[in-house]
C-alpha cells in the first residue's frame, strides 16, 4: 500500500512539474519549428526564382525584361495570384501547374514568399544549384598525334656497284592525323530550360507578340551558326538579350543541337 502511495506521490509531483515547464516552453518550440519552415520554403523559392524568374526579372531582382520585384510592395494573395496565372497580353505567362504551367503550387508559394523576403545569400545558393557546368567540364579529350616513322633512303649521290641491281628508294608515308576527338557536349534541354523557356515557352512554342517558337521546323531555315549568333548577340530591338559570357561556345552548341534536332 505504502508503495501505491509513494508512486502516486511521484507521479503527480512529475505532473506538476514537467506540465508547467512545457507549457512555458512550448511557444519558444512552436517559433523555433515556424522560423525552421520559413527558411526551407524561402530556400526553395530562391531556387525557383534562380531558374525560371531570374532570366526576365534580373538575376539581382532588378528587372531587365520584367519589372524589378526586390523590394515589391505587392502583398502575398496578389503575388501568388499574378505568379500563377501570369498577365494577358505581356510576357509574364501562367507558371500554375493549374493554368498549364511548369509550377506546383507550393513552388509558386515559395517564389512569393522568396521574393517577399528577398535575401541575396539564398539567392547565391540557387543559382548555384542551377549553375552550368565549367567549361572545362566539357573539353574534349587531347588525343596525342604518333610521332612519323623514320625510313632511311640511300644516299641518291652514291652510284651502286656495277652489275648490282637498283635498289627502289623507299618513300616516305605521311603518318595519318587522328580524327579529331568528339566532345561531349551540354545536356541541352537542361540549358534551354534554365535560360530561355520563360520567354519561348517550356515546349518551345513561343509567346505570341513577343517570343517566337523556337521548334526545330521553326528554326529549319537558319544554319547552326545562325541560330547561335543570335544566342551569343542577340536580338536588337526586341526582348532577346545576348548570352554572351553567360553561356560557354560548348554550351551554345549544345543548346543549338537541342534547338535543331530535340522534337518538343
Not at 20 to 31: K, L
Not at 69 to 74: A, D, E, F, S
Not at 211 to 232: H, N, R, W
Request: overall charge neutral; hydrophobic content about 35%.
Amino acid at each position: 500500500m505504502q508503495k501505491k502511495i509513494y508512486f502516486g506521490f511521484i507521479l503527480t509531483l512529475f505532473i506538476v512539474i514537467f506540465v508547467p515547464v512545457y507549457w512555458a516552453t512550448e511557444p519558444g518550440r512552436q517559433a523555433s519549428a515556424l522560423k525552421h519552415q520559413q527558411t526551407e520554403t524561402r530556400e526553395r523559392g530562391a531556387e525557383v526564382y534562380s531558374s525560371q524568374c531570374a532570366v526576365c526579372h534580373g538575376s539581382n531582382g532588378t528587372g531587365g525584361i520584367g519589372p524589378a520585384l526586390k523590394g515589391t510592395q505587392l502583398d502575398a494573395r496578389t503575388m501568388v495570384k499574378i505568379t500563377g496565372r501570369g498577365i494577358a497580353g505581356t510576357a509574364m505567362p501562367p507558371w500554375s501547374n493549374e493554368e498549364g504551367g511548369t509550377l506546383a503550387k507550393y513552388q509558386v508559394e515559395d517564389v512569393v514568399n522568396f521574393v517577399l523576403n528577398w535575401d541575396d545569400n539564398l539567392l547565391a545558393e540557387g543559382e548555384a544549384a542551377h549553375g552550368s557546368p565549367p567549361p572545362s567540364a566539357h573539353a574534349p579529350t587531347p588525343v596525342s598525334t604518333p610521332p612519323p616513322v623514320a625510313t632511311t633512303a640511300p644516299d641518291p649521290a652514291q652510284k651502286p656497284p656495277a652489275g648490282s641491281t637498283p635498289v627502289p628508294v623507299p618513300q616516305q608515308t605521311p603518318a595519318s592525323t587522328p580524327p579529331p576527338a568528339t566532345s561531349t557536349l551540354p545536356d541541352g534541354k537542361v540549358l534551354y530550360t534554365k535560360n530561355c523557356s520563360a520567354c519561348h515557352g517550356p515546349n518551345r512554342q513561343g509567346i505570341p507578340n513577343f517570343a517566337p517558337a523556337v521548334t526545330s521546323a521553326a528554326l529549319a531555315k537558319l544554319s547552326d551558326v545562325a541560330v547561335g549568333d543570335k544566342i551569343l548577340g542577340g536580338v536588337p530591338g526586341t526582348a532577346m538579350p545576348p548570352f554572351r559570357g553567360k553561356l560557354s561556345p560548348i554550351e551554345v552548341e549544345g543548346l543549338v543541337r537541342f534547338l535543331k534536332d530535340a522534337t518538343p
